[in-house]
Nanobody
Framework: QVQLVESGGGLVQAGGSLRLSCAAS????????MGWFRQAPGKEREFVGT????????NYADSVKGRFTISRDSAKNTVYLQMTTLKPEDTAIYYC????????????WGQGTQVTVSS
């Protein structure tokens, strides 16, 4: 199994930046694809972006393209979400998740970290 712990959330003004970290523990972390999701109050969880196990391929929701960047450091068992030009609508709890290539769903989730963007 994989255990995930997010950190780096906080309060930031619109137009600012934050970098979220997702520290992973457990066997075969490098073989998992990693995803970032978020959930705002009163809304369903939504997809933010993913990175392949190699880190070579990334995919982002249209709402964050050009502003958010996902990267991973396998040596540190850590995945990052660099967020720039933040908007109030980015306010949400952000979760990282892990998916084994053999699976179609994300089976492992972190506890989440709050990101609040003020206008």
């Amino acid at each position: 199994q994989v255990q995930l712990v997010e950190s780096g959330g906080g309060l930031v003004q619109a137009g600012g930046s934050l970098r979220l970290s997702c520290a992973a523990s457990g066997r075969t972390f490098s073989s998992y694809a990693m995803g970032w999701f978020r959930q705002a109050p009163g809304k369903e969880r939504e997809f933010v972006g993913t990175t392949s196990s190699s880190g070579s391929n990334t995919n982002y929701a249209d709402s964050v393209k050009g502003r958010f960047t996902i990267s991973r450091d396998s040596a540190k068992n850590t995945v990052y979400l660099q967020m720039t030009t933040l908007k109030p609508e980015d306010t949400a709890i952000y979760y990282c998740a892990a998916r084994h290539p053999w699976r179609s769903e994300y089976d492992y989730w972190g506890q989440g970290t709050q990101v609040t963007v003020s206008s």
